[in-house]
């Protein structure tokens, strides 16, 4: 779970140079991480449309995140270009709420540390 401080556009191209598509990518200052990689700063990809299961964060924001490392694939050969947390509105991913928090505290055996 963490805090949204900052947006940018990533496009992701092919490596002939071909745009394939856009997404959006989103640093978060985690506040607690239950599973993952630990990090000051945690950059999670989403679609950039709703259309596409995009989940829309607000900067300033905090939210209970649900990702995962994904190979984000380029379409003309399926060859990975990079590797990645991605989200979308079809996880869990949403708005920080306490009883989430604690929910995934007695999962992972841990108390909340905020």
Avoid at 21 to 43: C, E, N, Q
Wanted: some cysteine; charged content about 25%; aromatic content about 10%.
């Amino acid at each position: 779970m963490g805090k949204v401080v900052s947006r940018d556009t990533v496009l992701i191209t092919h490596p002939s140079g071909k745009p394939s598509r856009v997404m959006l990518g989103y640093a978060i200052v985690p506040d607690r991480i239950f599973k993952g990689v630990r990090s000051d700063t945690l950059y999670v990809y989403s679609a950039s449309d709703i259309e596409q299961c995009g989940f829309m964060f607000t900067i300033g924001e905090s939210y209970v995140i649900y990702a995962d490392v994904v190979d984000v694939m380029e379409g003309y050969n399926d060859e990975a270009v990079w590797k990645t947390w991605v989200t979308s509105r079809c996880t869990r991913t949403r708005a920080f709420n306490e009883e989430e928090v604690t929910s995934l505290g007695k999962l992972s055996g841990r108390r909340r540390n905020r």
